[in-house]
């Protein structure tokens, strides 16, 4: 049972213009949310991330939305720019004792073309 | 120089093999993990430790075992590697302590391929 989930894997936009990219969830129990971007052959790396308590965090150019009652969230990057070319995790973690656990999802690959 | 070092980076091997990923880091977390990724998927969690005495089982953890020599050091055994156990391995640390997020950071990865 797939509990986070990335249903577009993949996504193509040109240089400047905005990328959204989408992540639903279906454990309400998830109360933290983090965005990892990875290049080949190097490791995820952090990105941003919300908690439940807020419905929008922003840095620079990277924006994440929650909308709790969807179990939706989206990662927006303006503007987009060729470096940004990667695969994209959303994942999601419980409160509580097992605030460790990350559940991520499958990858949306972003291409950016010049 | 990387927080977070794993080695080999690359390692092919036979089925039968005792086969050890070794993960180091410099960031003074307490917590490391040690995940899978395979292709079209995301990362699965095989074993976490949150600290040198503390160590758990992750969603995946049969076949493999791991070690957590000192605080900067935790390693990931495959006792006898089969080929479905082809996949990338990274490792990740965190730091719970008060006013931190226990966001989990990755090291660069290690592809095992099982033959």
């Known amino acids: 049972d797939q509990q986070v989930k990335q249903n577009s894997p993949s996504l193509s936009v040109q240089e400047g213009r905005i990328s959204i990219l989408n992540c639903d969830y279906t454990?309400?129990?998830?109360?933290?949310f983090l965005w990892y971007k990875k290049y080949p052959a190097e490791g995820p790396t952090f990105l941003i991330s919300i908690s439940s308590i807020k419905d929008k965090n922003e840095d620079g150019r990277f924006t994440v939305f929650l909308n709790k009652s969807a179990k939706h969230l989206s990662l927006h990057i303006v503007p987009s720019q060729p470096g940004d070319s990667a695969v994209y995790f959303c994942?999601?973690?419980?409160?509580?004792?097992?605030?460790?656990?990350?559940?991520f999802g499958k990858g949306t690959l972003l291409t950016v073309n010049p | 120089d990387a927080d977070v070092t794993q080695t080999p980076r690359n390692r092919i091997t036979k089925t039968g093999k005792r086969i050890m990923l070794e993960c180091s880091q410099t960031?003074?977390?307490?917590?490391m993990y040690w995940y899978r990724q395979d292709p079209g998927l995301g990362l699965r969690l095989i074993y976490y430790?949150?600290?040198?005495?503390?160590?758990n089982k992750g969603e995946i953890s049969d076949g493999y075992s791991v070690s957590r020599q000192a605080q900067a050091k935790f390693s990931l055994s495959l006792e006898s590697a089969i080929p479905n156990q082809t996949a990338l391995y990274f490792c990740a640390t965190s730091d719970p302590s008060p006013g931190r997020t226990d966001t989990q950071y990755f090291g660069p990865g290690t592809r095992l391929t099982v033959l």
């Open positions: 430790s949150f600290d040198v005495k503390d160590i």
């Open positions: 454990n309400s129990m998830f109360d933290y």
């Open positions: 960031k003074g977390h307490d917590r």
């Open positions: 994942a999601a973690r419980k409160g509580g004792g097992s605030n460790y656990k990350l559940t």
